[in-house]
């Protein structure tokens, strides 16, 4: 998977275009990231002893991956990446067309 927990992506379709946020969790079985901050949903939770009149909760929701791009901090833009294997055989993450790594 190209996107990893941790990253910092942009939204870049939806209702939430535009809006930066961390992974804060992958979901590789449904291709979908959960990013903070972004994509709140209203959930109404009914009544229980937690919630004794019920009430509607605001959590945030999952975005498939096609619709997030890594944030790249060099250009303040989503970038793309690719694989470069290092001379020790590591192979890190770059941002397509710059000089910036995202590995360590």
């Known amino acids: 998977m190209r996107i990893k927990k941790n990253d910092e992506v942009i939204v870049i379709s939806g209702k939430n275009k535009g809006r930066r946020g961390e992974i804060s969790h992958v979901f ?58 290092d001379d020790k055989g590591n192979k890190k993450r770059k941002a397509k067309g710059v000089d910036h790594f995202f590995d360590n």
């Not at 709140?40 to 991956?65: C, D, W």
């Not at 250009?75 to 694989?83: A, D, F, V």
């Open 28 to 85: 590789p079985a449904k291709n979908t990231v959960l990013v903070r901050g972004v994509n709140f949903v209203k959930k109404t939770v009914k009544k229980s002893q937690e919630y004794p009149n019920g009430t509607i909760l605001e959590r945030e929701a999952p975005i498939h991956m096609s619709n997030v791009m890594l944030y790249c901090p060099k250009t303040n833009k989503g970038t793309r990446i690719e694989y470069v294997v």
